[in-house]
């Protein structure tokens, strides 16, 4: 077979995975790429920004957007989430709609539910997600209660965790590309640059290791991103930002404590992505309220 007869014979696309906070996207996406792209917690929107992950098969390509979970709220940061999720609906080949099987969110899923009834949309999969939590039984129910609920091109029950059913969740999902050839090329497996990862590392480490409000008060970004080539080694500076002092000091820790744990466990996975040693400064600043106010959510990248 000749090089043209590969790229006329390939499929390759677009797929927005939408879904209630904390059902499990972005574990999901990672387990189909295969690398860790996007942060994952047991807390509720822990994404906040639209990631594309590429996941390369022999003979197709799909270019899958993380989003942010769908749900109700005033606060503006929220609000921007879920615009974010929203509007990757739009200008894509399908959409993967992954619903938490273990645990139902009836107003998260009402608002998708009222989304792709009441729009033009792709044609949708859904990915009854975490059925190893879930007795048979309760999981048939759930099915059949989607099936007449959304018109889906395919209901596949799988485990993203477990990687339970997930070779026939992307043989469903080869069925809707239309050919054509591959969008990034087979050693990219993300359009979003180190330093934003890197970032999304260290705020993941806050969720993991912080509690209550905390996490959903901070904020990361990257002040310098520097590439030591001869000494084989990466050096971030990196700044936290929290909406008050109480939480600047409960970042801190006692003598440092809890910043240094953030630290050390997020350089662990950088490197992991950078494969090479990576040296990791980070400071804590107040932006009041920074997650309420427009210009704030701006200016932290959102």
Known sequence: MTCGDETENFRSGFAAIIGAPNVGKST???????????????????????????????????????TPGIHRSKKALNAKMVEVALSAVRDVDFVLLVIDAANPEPASEQLIIDRLKNGQHPPVICALNK??????????????????TIACEAMVPVSATQGIQVPELMAAMEKLLPPGPPYFPE????????????????????????AQEIPFSTAVTIEAFEELTRKNLVRIHAAIHVERNSQKGI?????????????????????????????????VRVEKNWSTNARALRKLGY
């Open 28 to 66: 999901l996406l990672n387990t189909l790429i295969g690398e860790k792209i996007s942060i994952t917690s047991s807390k509720p929107q822990t994404t906040r920004n639209r990631i594309a992950g590429v996941c390369h098969q022999p003979g197709f390509q799909i270019v899958f957007l993380d």
């Open 187 to 210: 050693d990219m497996i993300t359009d979003m640059p180190e330093r934003f990862i890197a970032a999304e590392m260290i705020r993941e480490k806050i969720f993991e290791l912080t």
């Open 251 to 283: 970042i801190i820790g006692k003598h440092g404590a809890m910043l240094r744990q953030i630290g050390e466990a997020a350089r662990a996975d950088i490197e992991r992505m950078v494969g090479t040693r990576v040296f990791l400064k980070l400071f």
């Open 131 to 148: 059925i190893d939590l879930v007795k048979k039984p309760k999981l048939l129910g759930l099915m059949d209660k989607w099936i007449k």
